[in-house]
């Protein structure tokens, strides 16, 4: 449980398999019993994910085709 997740292993997930990802740590850590803060390998790997949803989120939209003027 003390495996460290660098920002550069994280490139290429969507935002749906960061929030997964940190989902699956804090139930690790609920079933241990853990707090997040004993830990700073967990600790700095929860700052990556959510560093990195909020770059996906930043990133502008990708728009549709526009529809035909009249």
Not at 47 to 66: S, V
């Amino acid at each position: 449980m003390s495996q460290f997740i660098a920002p550069n292993e994280l490139h290429g997930m969507s935002e749906q398999e960061l929030r997964a990802l940190r989902g699956r740590i804090m139930a690790d850590l609920r079933s241990m019993g853990q707090s997040v803060f004993l830990n700073p390998h967990i600790y700095a790997s929860l700052q990556n994910i959510d560093a990195a949803i909020q770059r996906l989120q930043q990133q502008p939209k990708p728009r549709g085709p526009k529809p035909p003027g009249f």
